[in-house]
Every structure is written in structure tokens, then in C-alpha cells.
T-cell receptor, first 114, second 112 residues
């Protein structure tokens, strides 16, 4: 089945230790998104790629970076995780990136920061 | 600014009860509205969406939602819930760049 895969499902890191979360897709979609969801809060968009074009949300901290080496893969890098970065990180894809487009989500990576 | 609010944090129903989950949005332009569901241990998946035409939208598993422009609302309904509907439900507004602006979600617990 075509899908969005996130690895790992659970990630534990130490305060200040860089961490990378991975997302891959078999849908061949043009757009890939990263959302952050803290406990009892709405998922919040961090940034997205339309093909190779990177689009950062204005309020996304510089501590968060992303890479998309090819259509299938997208990575979220947290350069110096703080306690406040503990959250579920959701990857999603869409075909065309329009307002009517359905987004397809991965299962998420739960990040714990010690 | 675009925003979405969901009124109920946690709803508990018995099987066969009717369901209505509230969703209100704030946006002055053309709206694209979605309901996503997250079953326990699973990923977010689309229930239904509205972007034009008939304001009453039917989705999967017997769910429907009605877009009422004058009330800025897009409430989700189901006439008779089942235990398997236990999940978290998110209302979302489609942004201009295809991003989603989510509400905080409503947890639905259905008692058998």
C-alpha cells in the first residue's frame, strides 16, 4: 500500500543533542509537510517543501531545519532540542499543495527530551 | 488570521447515540474545510472535506458535515455512533499554501 512512513516512532534525546526525524512516502506526491503537535494542542505547521522549494512558517524557530534530498524522503533536524520541543512530529504529503488537496499523514514520531 | 476552534475537548456517548461535534473557523476568504480522524494508535486520516457546492458533505463511515457560512461553522455529525468510532476528531481549514490549520481536536469515547 502506498503510504507515508516515519522513523523512528519514538525518539529519546538529551537536552541540546541534535536529532533527526525521518519521513518517506511512496505516493510520489509533490508536497511534504512537517507538523508539530504538543500535548492537547492542535498540530502546527513548521514548514513544507513543494518539490525542492522550501517554505518556512514565520514563527518556526531557527532550531528546526529540514532537508528533502529527493521526492521520497524528507528529514526534520532539531539542532539543539530543548525541553519545550518534546512533542509528536507529524509528516504529511499532498499531491499539489492546494487548499483543496487532501493530506496524507504518517503515524508520527514522538520525541522525548531528557 | 486564520483559526479553527473546536468546542468540545472530550465527548462520551453510548452506542447508537447521535453525534455532533462543533467546529468554527475564522477566515474571510474562500474556505476549504476538512475533518480528519485519528483512531487509537493510528495516523490521521481524512473523513470528509468541503470546498464548494453542496454544503452538506458526506464522508466515510456514515459521517457527514454541514458548512454554514453565516455561522462560520462546519459541524460533524453521525446519526448513530458505534464503539469503533472511538477516536480523536480534528477539524481543519485549508490554508492558501495547501497547509492545514487544525483545531485542538475532540476526543470521542463511545461506550459499548
Amino acid at each position: 500500500d502506498a503510504m507515508v512512513i516515519q522513523n523512528p516512532r519514538y525518539q529519546v534525546t538529551q537536552f541540546g543533542k541534535p536529532v533527526t526525524l525521518s519521513c518517506s512516502q511512496t505516493l510520489n506526491h509533490n508536497v511534504m509537510y512537517w507538523y508539530q503537535q504538543k500535548s492537547s494542542q492542535a498540530p502546527k505547521l513548521l514548514f513544507h517543501y513543494y518539490d525542492k522549494d522550501f517554505n518556512n512558517e514565520a514563527d518556526t524557530p531557527d532550531n528546526f531545519q529540514s532537508r528533502r534530498p529527493n521526492t521520497s524522503f524528507c528529514f526534520l533536524d532539531i539542532r539543539s532540542p530543548g525541553l519545550g520541543d518534546a512533542a509528536m512530529y507529524l509528516c504529511a504529503t499532498s499531491r499539489a499543495g492546494t487548499g483543496t488537496d487532501t493530506q496524507y499523514f504518517g503515524p508520527g514520531t514522538r520525541l522525548t527530551v531528557l | 488570521a486564520q483559526s479553527v476552534s473546536q468546542h468540545n475537548h472530550h465527548v462520551i456517548l453510548s452506542e447508537a447515540a447521535s453525534l455532533e461535534l462543533g467546529c468554527n473557523y475564522s477566515y474571510g476568504g474562500t474556505v476549504n474545510l476538512f475533518w480528519y480522524v485519528q483512531y487509537p494508535g493510528q495516523h490521521l486520516q481524512l473523513l470528509l472535506k468541503y470546498f464548494s457546492g453542496d454544503p452538506l458533505v458526506k464522508g466515510i463511515k456514515g459521517f457527514e458535515a454541514e458548512f454554514i457560512k453565516s455561522k462560520f461553522s462546519f459541524n460533524l455529525r453521525k446519526p448513530s455512533v458505534q464503539w469503533s468510532d472511538t477516536a480523536e476528531y480534528f477539524c481543519a481549514l485549508g490554508g492558501s499554501q495547501g497547509n492545514l490549520i487544525f483545531g485542538k481536536g475532540t476526543k470521542l469515547s463511545v461506550k459499548p
